[in-house]
């Protein structure tokens, strides 16, 4: 295997129509991200990677731990910047991090969380414009389908039940989940997903993977770290970083 944080990409999958969904015709990838190199100090984790995702397909980024799976996943959100290469991304854009930090403090509901989702995507399409009567009207009919949308993403998460309690009254995985909700709340193009099934019972893992396909299927291109075989095994592209280099 080769040096830090190099890839080999191995797409599409054996066995698997080549190209994107039928219906999407999403000949341009949504992300294409070539030569990346990233290091922490002096140390480099990653040293030239590529990766392009299409709409209607769902790539695993698959290595051993500290091989830098999560430090390219925020490199393709922009969150981190490169050291070298480039990452060119089309539509909008959510991250779902691994164990975020903040929910267990965070002093909101569930559908709360999950709300802010939808308004990011709001702020990103443009705000709300308008005026008069009109205006008040479409943010009324704007905030019922926000709520509506809010009570989808947390029924596909099967977390409905529990909308109305706060973050802090929820399990590690519960609360995996709602970022997950919030993640899909919003409709959008590129799907980032750092091990979205870790620490989830099996049913629950089964309905993490079963979202990111439907988010595939309605157009998305879906980028999910992850160490779980069947997520693998159900990947349309793999691409597999090589180990750290001993220190
Ligand atoms: N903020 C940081 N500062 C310094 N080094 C870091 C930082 N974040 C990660 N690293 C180092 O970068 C390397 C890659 O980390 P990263 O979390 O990207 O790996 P990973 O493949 O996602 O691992 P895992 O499978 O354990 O989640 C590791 O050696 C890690 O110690």
């Known amino acids: ?8 990409a191995s797409w599409p999958r054996a066995g698997r129509v080549p190209g994107p969904s039928p219906g999407h015709g999403g000949a341009e990838p949504l992300l294409l991200a070539e030569g990346l190199r990233f290091a922490y100090g002096g140390t480099e984790v990653l040293a030239g990677v590529d990766v392009e995702a299409r709409a209607g397909e769902v790539t695993a980024i698959v290595g051993p731990n500290g091989s830098g799976k999560s430090t ?3 490199l393709l959100a922009g969150v981190l910047r490169p050291r070298a290469g480039v990452v060119s991304r089309r539509g909008r854009l959510a991250l779902v991090v691994q164990r975020p930090s ?3 403090t965070l002093p909101l509901t569930a559908r709360e969380v999950v709300a802010l989702g939808v308004r990011r995507g709001e702020r990103e399409a443009g705000g709300s414009g308008g005026a008069g009567r009109l205006a008040v009207l ?8 926000a709520r509506a949308a809010v009570t989808e993403a947390l029924e596909r998460v099967e977390l409905a039940e529990r909308a109305a309690e706060p973050l802090a009254a929820l399990s590690g995985g519960q609360r995996q989940r709602v970022f997950l909700a ?3 709340v919003g409709r959008p193009g590129l799907l980032l997903c750092d091990e979205p099934g870790a620490g989830l019972d099996e049913r629950s893992a089964d309905r ?3 979202i990111l396909r439907e988010e595939a299927a309605r157009g998305a291109a879906v980028i999910c770290v992850t160490h779980d075989d069947r997520a693998i095994a159900e990947a349309d592209r793999v691409l597999r970083l090589a180990p750290p280099a001993p220190h």
Do not use: K
């Open 1 to 8: 295997m080769c040096g830090p944080g190099s890839a080999s």
């Open 138 to 145: 479409r943010r009324g009919e704007r905030r019922a389908a």
């Open 208 to 210: 993490a993977r079963a």
């Open 72 to 74: 390219l996943l925020e």
């Open 102 to 104: 903040a929910p267990a």
């Open 182 to 184: 919030q993640g899909i």
